[in-house]
């Protein structure tokens, strides 16, 4: 018997594919590139200063406020961004690009090359990428509940009178934001790089404003500062440490959205903008709090004088849209990575341009989202309580990413092995550090994000454990397709005019709706293809190398077609491409498409716990159907299935 459904085995997934090509990069001047990548990498790091600082010198800390403190956690922040961001991120871990995609399923698929399928290396591999994968929705959801947050608590600085109405516009704000996401960012997306770099320059020159006052904060520079801190308030320092990190959220993103833009665009943005501009901001906040201890309640907004306190609360609203507008497309582009690569059930997914294939709306992803995001605001209530779920998510991510990069350095670039040990060793000891600081925060919300992604994380293995016991239930009882092919052509059936298109998920064996149609209907179309979807370990695949086609005789062919993890296959087009490429023509209206349409049924076989068992009944069954993910045209579409026991 076959699957329902043309599924990604895990050879597929494992497998080491050399691919000569690939989708190109958008073409465009490095400007452009650095323009449009402002608009979408940068909007999450480059919000923090509107919270970060604040957190720092929360009183729950306990820090004696002091030129030393101040000083030595300014020094924490520039020296985080240094080695996190420069160095970690932006020089190193963005080299480990596969086929010049980023992002966490991407590393680990690049990782994945190096482990034998099936082995207990290969799954701690894959539940590592997972689980991190599952932490950056745990960042979907925050990043809009403070950014949009933080930025509306402005209000409170314009006047006291506004606090009651801080929730509610925040909640119209983030409900509109979700709203327009059917729409798609191709029509306002030309805004946020200009609007960005505007918010970048504005956060610098704010910081050259208050610096230019009291200009000895620029010693904070000299990392002895953050050392003696450490060192004279060695537990309060620990503690302050989760609240520093709330400046590197985002870095993530730096190496996520690298497939959009290119590793240059994104290391000139860095380097040349955002950095100076995030540490004058940083450097002036810490220059008013010297001559102003009390404005520590929220020293972003009293940077300027105010007067200019209400045009900047409206441009930080904006800026901290564009950030939940970068984080939520990242989820549709996770979540469509993800059901590719196995681990989600099929689920819609709409193309909001024409002409760039990353920009994707799934109605499901965004209001699940949205309905979280509002939970959040509504619990939490405040930016600054917000603050202690947020870093435990990103710290997760971060310990993942650089675990993964060790097993690439070391493996698939072959680096040498004490040059690996001394670059990991310094990124990773950064990064537990950060991480065990966020841990004392589980209790005051850092339980949020484990617990999303803890929840997120058994659904995706559960998802893939299921597939996994499905495939092997199946091909137990599956029937070769090749001495299938040969009997069936020595004892031909009624041939009947036609084509008949047959979703195989496996190219080996006969699919459940060939064995259907023959013993139900008793006849064969006279053209049969045996159609296999395959998604490799490469984020595109060029046209070029996408099909194989197998004559089995007596006009029935086997054909495989093969996807990256960032391509949605469309059965329209890949039949265009047979045309093209074997010159076989397809009438739409003479074609019919068999699937199989499978009940999986929970039972006491070895494989999952039942209850497992059902989650994955519930989720194989509520999968958005075979014909609308591949978008086969509807009324040609035959579905046959029987019921299958895990």
Same mark, same amino acid.
């Given at each position: 018997?076959?699957?329902?459904?043309?599924?990604?085995?895990?050879?597929?997934?494992?497998?080491?594919?050399?691919?000569?090509?690939?989708?190109?990069?958008?073409?465009?001047?490095?400007?452009?590139?650095?323009?449009?990548?402002?608009?979408?990498?940068?909007?999450?790091?480059?919000?923090?200063?509107?919270?970060?600082?604040?957190?720092?010198?929360?009183?729950?800390?306990?820090?004696?406020?002091?030129?030393?403190?101040?000083?030595?956690?300014?020094?924490?922040?520039?020296?985080?961004?240094?080695?996190?961001?420069?160095?970690?991120?932006?020089?190193?871990?963005?080299?480990?690009?596969?086929?010049?995609?980023?992002?966490?399923?991407?590393?680990?698929?690049?990782?994945?090359?190096?482990?034998?399928?099936?082995?207990?290396?290969?799954?701690?591999?894959?539940?590592?990428?997972?689980?991190?994968?599952?932490?950056?929705?745990?960042?979907?959801?925050?990043?809009?509940?403070?950014?949009?947050?933080?930025?509306?608590?402005?209000?409170?600085?314009?006047?006291?009178?506004?606090?009651?109405?801080?929730?509610?516009?925040?909640?119209?704000?983030?409900?509109?934001?979700?709203?327009?996401?059917?729409?798609?960012?191709?029509?306002?997306?030309?805004?946020?790089?200009?609007?960005?770099?505007?918010?970048?320059?504005?956060?610098?020159?704010?910081?050259?404003?208050?610096?230019?006052?009291?200009?000895?904060?620029?010693?904070?520079?000299?990392?002895?500062?953050?050392?003696?801190?450490?060192?004279?308030?060695?537990?309060?320092?620990?503690? +302050?440490?989760? $609240? @520093?990190? !709330?400046?590197?959220?985002?870095?993530?993103? =730096?190496? &996520?959205?690298? #497939?959009?833009?290119?590793?240059?665009?994104?290391?000139?943005?860095?380097?040349?903008?955002?950095?100076?501009?995030?540490?004058?901001?940083?450097?002036?906040?810490?220059?008013?709090?010297?001559?102003?201890?009390?404005?520590?309640?929220?020293?972003?907004?009293?940077?300027?004088?105010?007067?200019?306190?209400?045009?900047?609360?409206?441009?930080?609203?904006?800026?901290?849209?564009?950030?939940?507008?970068?984080?939520?497309?990242?989820?549709?582009?996770?979540?469509?990575?993800?059901?590719?690569?196995?681990?989600?059930?099929?689920?819609?997914?709409?193309?909001?341009?024409?002409?760039?294939?990353?920009?994707?709306?799934?109605?499901?992803?965004?209001?699940?989202?949205?309905? +979280?995001?509002? $939970? @959040?605001? !509504?619990?939490?209530?405040?930016?600054?309580? =917000?603050? &202690?779920?947020? #870093?435990?998510?990103?710290?997760?991510?971060?310990?993942?990413?650089?675990?993964?990069?060790?097993?690439?350095?070391?493996?698939?670039?072959?680096?040498?092995?004490?040059?690996?040990?001394?670059?990991?060793?310094?990124?990773?000891?950064?990064?537990?550090?950060?991480?065990?600081?966020?841990?004392?925060?589980?209790?005051?919300?850092?339980?949020?994000?484990?617990?999303?992604?803890?929840?997120?994380?058994?659904?995706?293995?559960?998802?893939?454990?299921?597939?996994?016991?499905?495939?092997?239930?199946?091909?137990?009882?599956?029937?070769?397709?090749?001495?299938?092919?040969?009997?069936?052509?020595?004892?031909?059936?009624?041939?009947?005019?036609?084509?008949?298109?047959?979703?195989?998920?496996?190219?080996?064996?006969?699919?459940?709706?060939?064995?259907?149609? =023959?013993?139900?209907?008793?006849?064969?179309?006279?053209?049969?293809?045996?159609?296999?979807?395959?998604?490799?370990?490469?984020?595109?695949?060029?046209?070029?190398?996408?099909?194989?086609?197998?004559?089995?005789?007596?006009?029935?062919?086997?054909?495989?077609?093969?996807?990256?993890?960032?391509?949605?296959?469309?059965?329209?087009?890949?039949?265009?491409?047979?045309?093209?490429?074997?010159?076989?023509?397809?009438?739409?209206?003479?074609?019919?498409?068999?699937?199989?349409?499978?009940?999986?049924?929970?039972?006491?076989?070895?494989?999952?716990?039942?209850?497992?068992?059902?989650?994955?009944?519930?989720?194989?069954?509520?999968?958005?159907?075979?014909?609308?993910?591949?978008?086969?045209?509807?009324?040609?579409?035959?579905?046959?299935?029987?019921?299958?026991?895990?």
């Amino acid at each position: 018997m076959a699957i329902s459904d043309p599924i990604y085995s895990q050879s597929s997934l494992l497998k080491p594919i050399e691919v000569k090509g690939g989708k190109d990069h958008k073409k465009g001047s490095t400007a452009s590139l650095v323009l449009a990548a402002m608009g979408v990498v940068f909007g999450d790091i480059g919000t923090s200063p509107l919270y970060a600082l604040k957190e720092c010198f929360s009183p729950e800390h306990g820090i004696p406020f002091s030129q030393d403190a101040v000083l030595g956690v300014l020094s924490m922040v520039f020296w985080a961004f240094v080695v996190v961001v420069s160095l970690k991120y932006v020089l190193f871990v963005m080299r480990a690009n596969n086929h010049g995609e980023g992002g966490i399923l991407a590393l680990m698929a690049m990782a994945l090359r190096t482990a034998e399928t099936g082995s207990k290396r290969a799954l701690l591999m894959i539940m590592l990428g997972v689980f991190g994968a599952c932490m950056f929705y745990g960042d979907a959801v925050i990043t809009p509940a403070i950014s949009v947050l933080s930025a509306v608590e402005g209000l409170e600085i314009v006047s006291p009178e506004f606090t009651r109405f801080v929730i509610p516009i925040t909640i119209i704000i983030l409900v509109a934001l979700f709203a327009i996401q059917k729409s798609g960012t191709a029509t306002v997306g030309f805004l946020f790089g200009p609007i960005m770099v505007i918010w970048f320059l504005v956060l610098g020159a704010m910081g050259i404003y208050n610096i230019v006052d009291n200009p000895s904060i620029v010693v904070a520079i000299n990392p002895m500062h953050a050392i003696n801190f450490m060192n004279e308030h060695a537990l309060q320092a620990f503690i +302050v440490l989760g $609240a @520093v990190f !709330l400046v590197l959220t985002g870095a993530e993103a =730096l190496y &996520a959205d690298m #497939g959009h833009f290119g590793i240059r665009p994104i290391q000139y943005a860095w380097f040349f903008l955002t950095m100076p501009c995030l540490l004058l901001n940083y450097f002036g906040q810490g220059a008013m709090l010297l001559a102003n201890p009390e404005a520590i309640q929220n020293p972003f907004f009293l940077m300027v004088p105010e007067a200019y306190t209400f045009t900047l609360v409206i441009l930080a609203t904006l800026a901290t849209v564009i950030a939940s507008q970068a984080v939520i497309s990242g989820a549709y582009s996770m979540t469509s990575q993800a059901i590719l690569l196995g681990f989600v059930p099929r689920m819609k997914i709409t193309y909001t341009s024409e002409e760039e294939i990353g920009q994707i709306y799934i109605p499901s992803i965004n209001w699940m989202l949205l309905v +979280v995001v509002v $939970a @959040v605001v !509504l619990a939490f209530k405040q930016s600054s309580n =917000l603050a &202690a779920a947020y #870093g435990i998510a990103v710290t997760t991510t971060m310990v993942i990413t650089t675990f993964l990069a060790a097993v690439v350095m070391r493996q698939v670039w072959n680096w040498n092995s004490v040059i690996v040990t001394i670059i990991i060793s310094t990124f990773i000891t950064v990064d537990l550090a950060f991480f065990a600081a966020n841990v004392l925060k589980i209790a005051e919300g850092g339980w949020f994000p484990l617990l999303l992604g803890a929840f997120c994380f058994l659904l995706l293995m559960t998802w893939y454990t299921g597939r996994k016991l499905l495939r092997e239930r199946i091909i137990k009882e599956s029937i070769p397709l090749e001495p299938f092919v040969e009997g069936l052509l020595a004892h031909p059936p009624h041939r009947v005019e036609g084509t008949a298109i047959f979703l195989t998920a496996h190219i080996d064996y006969v699919p459940v709706a060939m064995l259907h149609n =023959l013993k139900h209907n008793r006849v064969l179309h006279e053209r049969v293809f045996f159609l296999k979807l395959s998604t490799w370990d490469v984020p595109y695949v060029n046209d070029s190398e996408r099909l194989t086609m197998k004559d089995m005789g007596g006009e029935i062919y086997l054909v495989r077609s093969v996807h990256g993890f960032k391509e949605t296959p469309d059965i329209n087009k890949v039949l265009a491409l047979i045309e093209a490429q074997y010159n076989i023509k397809f009438d739409l209206m003479e074609t019919s498409f068999f699937l199989a349409r499978d009940t999986v049924v929970p039972s006491k076989l070895p494989g999952m716990a039942l209850w497992r068992e059902r989650i994955f009944a519930w989720m194989f069954q509520n999968a958005a159907k075979p014909s609308d993910f591949f978008q086969i045209p509807t009324n040609r579409v035959v579905e046959l299935g029987a019921k299958i026991e895990i």
